[in-house]
């Protein structure tokens, strides 16, 4: 993923304007702008890219061509199979729909976050009036 990409991404899941990215990120919409049409930024750039998307500088500096990209520290994550396809199949998706993608499966997983909190909480009450009971 190059860096452009990545930046549009992050607009666009924050759900803002291009001056208003570049306002959070201490940066001036033409600066983002001319990221976004693919020119480079320095160092500094990427630095307050990474502090304004919370991510590791060191993926926007390699996303922007000024170091390689390191492994993720926890290289010995296993994630199960129905994870991989799951990724695999969001990863193929056009750009322009990976992010909507993203924010539906989200959505889901805190639906069922949420379900799961309710049906435990049943449960422990259920448990609770059985042993009143016995």
């Not at 990215?21 to 702008?33: E, N, Q």
């Not at 020119?39 to 304004?52: F, G, I």
């Not at 998706?93 to 435990?120: F, K, N």
Request: hydrophobic share 45%.
């Amino acid at each position: 993923m190059e860096l452009a990409a990545w930046l549009e991404r992050q607009i666009e899941e924050r759900g803002l304007s291009i001056r208003a990215a570049a306002l959070y990120a201490g940066l001036s919409a033409p600066t983002l702008l001319r990221i976004m049409e693919g020119k480079p930024p320095d160092t500094t750039t990427c630095r307050k890219l990474a502090a304004w998307a919370a991510v590791d500088p060191d993926l926007v500096l390699a996303l922007a061509g000024h170091r390689q990209m390191k492994p993720p520290a926890e290289t010995t994550r296993a994630y199960a199979p129905e994870v991989i396809e799951l990724m695999n199949v969001i990863a193929a998706l056009p750009p322009e729909l990976q992010a909507a993608a993203l924010r539906i499966t989200r959505r889901t997983i805190e639906d069922l976050q949420g379900v799961a909190l309710r049906y435990s909480g049943a449960e422990e009450e259920r448990l609770e009036r059985a042993g009143k009971a016995a």
